[in-house]
């Protein structure tokens, strides 16, 4: 049973940085494609960034272009959001996902409902 687990959130002051990892176990991650959502409670999950197998193409949301970057490495089966110049808005609860199915992002990839496999979360908190 493939099980994720996000790590890294914390508390960060606005324009600072944080990394997220997501850390596989159970079934290994080259095959599939890897994104993460974040949310806050009352809204709906959404989509901040994709990374696809073997290609390695990455998607980003319009609100985090040219701030976040994400990254695998399969050999260690884990997949890293690293997040610069951190904005109050952006505090919520980020979520790693894959679904077995997909190993593009393809352009459906920030809609939540496709995609099998969540992590518990890990919060971000962006205060000064």
């Known amino acids: 049973q493939l099980q994720l687990v996000e790590s890294g959130g914390g508390l960060v002051q606005p324009g600072g940085s944080l990394r997220l990892s997501c850390a596989a176990s159970?079934?290994?991650?080259?095959?599939?494609?890897i994104a993460w959502f974040r949310q806050v409670p009352g809204k709906e999950r959404e989509g901040v960034s994709c990374i696809s197998s073997f290609s390695g193409m990455q998607r980003y949301s319009d609100p985090v272009k040219g701030r976040f970057a994400v990254s695998r490495d399969d050999r260690q089966n884990t997949v890293d959001l690293q997040m610069e110049d951190l904005k109050p808005e952006e505090t919520a609860t980020y979520y790693c996902t894959t679904d077995q199915r997909r190993a593009a992002c393809g352009s459906s990839w920030s809609s939540s409902t496709g995609w099998d496999y969540w992590g518990q979360g890990t919060q971000v908190t962006v205060s000064s």
């Open positions: 159970g079934r290994t991650l080259e095959r599939y494609a």
